[in-house]
């Protein structure tokens, strides 16, 4: 038999052999496998985290919604403290919480008061306040509103394909017992 011929029948032979495939196989899919559990988990997650820090933003504008006394920087930080305790403590974050009212002879919306945690955005200004007016909704004059924006950092447990990223979240509330609330930088 000649050299190419037996190479010939060895391929023919390997091509037919069936011993030992699944070894083959498994060792072919089952990084492919791992990975999509891992995605899948690092989705979950993703996803756990947006919504709780929803959830949290909800709670912490409706607890500033209920006060019955003037604001100041200690309760801006405490409420950042109760985020952060609330969220795990497992990632960085930070809120802002800016009053703002509606002037219907001017037709426009002016700041009353804003102020964030240390390390966060700044408060707003008059100037910057058009950042977060694409999301207020329509008010009638002489309305005020809360606007809390909230901010979590978000590391995946697993590099799969989503990378760092930061949740953003504004939620806008009507002050439930005074008609405005005031703002003290003392307290």
């Known amino acids: 038999m000649s050299m190419p011929s037996r190479i010939a ?6 091509r037919r052999d069936e011993a030992g495939s699944y070894v083959a196989e498994t060792l072919l899919i089952l990084p492919l496998l791992i990975w999509g559990v891992l995605a899948t988990l690092v989705y979950v997650d993703g996803y756990r985290t947006q919504t709780a820090n929803l959830r949290i933003s909800y709670s912490l504008s409706d607890m500033i919604s209920r006060t019955r006394t003037s604001l100041g920087p200690n309760y801006v930080d405490g409420l950042g403290r109760i985020y952060d305790h609330l969220s795990g403590g497992r990632s960085s974050t930070s809120l802002r919480v800016t009053l703002l009212h509606w ?29 977060v007016l694409p999301r207020v909704p329509t008010l009638f004059d002489g309305d005020r509103i809360i606007v809390l924006e909230t901010w979590m950092d978000y590391d995946p447990p697993f590099k799969t394909g989503i990378d760092k990223r930061t949740f953003g979240n504004i939620t806008v509330t009507s002050p439930r017992f005074l008609a405005k609330i005031g703002y003290d930088p003392a307290l």
């Open 103 to 131: 002037n219907k002879s001017d037709d426009k919306h002016y700041l009353d008061w804003s102020d964030s945690t240390d390390g966060g955005q700044p408060p707003l200004t008059q100037e910057t306040l058009s950042t």
């Open 9 to 14: 029948h060895r391929l023919r032979r390997f």
